[in-house]
């Protein structure tokens, strides 16, 4: 049974910190890509960041560049997202991925069932 479990979220306040984990059991979870994604109450799910199987490259939304860091253990099968200097804006439901990339096209396969993130004074 494929399964992607975030975890990690909660209330913070602006200007502060918290990692999200994201669990991934019954597949191969080093040969694929992983994304996170994020979802705003009434608005479009979006791509936060990006990282490629082995984790040498990473790409982010400019809303969270600079503030947030995607990494991944393949050994724990596991990927993370560290989110600092946190914004009102960045809540949302946060949701990890799964794919792969055929050419310069991503594949989506698996979703996670999301975590709340909620920044708020």
């Known amino acids: 049974q494929v399964q992607l479990v975030e975890s990690g979220g909660g209330l913070v306040q602006p200007g502060g910190s918290l990692r999200l984990s994201c669990a991934a059991s019954g597949f191969a979870f080093s040969y694929y890509a992983m994304r996170w994604y994020r979802q705003a109450p009434g608005k479009e799910r979006v791509l936060v960041a990006t990282?490629?199987?082995?984790?040498?490259?990473?790409n982010y939304a400019d809303s969270v560049k600079g503030r947030f860091a995607i990494s991944r253990d393949n050994a724990k099968n596991t990927l993370y997202l560290q989110m600092n200097s946190l914004k009102p804006e960045d809540t949302a439901v946060y949701y990890c991925n799964a794919g792969q990339y055929y050419g310069g096209t991503y594949v989506s396969d698996y979703w996670g069932q999301g975590t709340q993130v909620t920044v708020s004074s």
């Open positions: 990282i490629t199987t082995s984790g040498g490259s990473t």
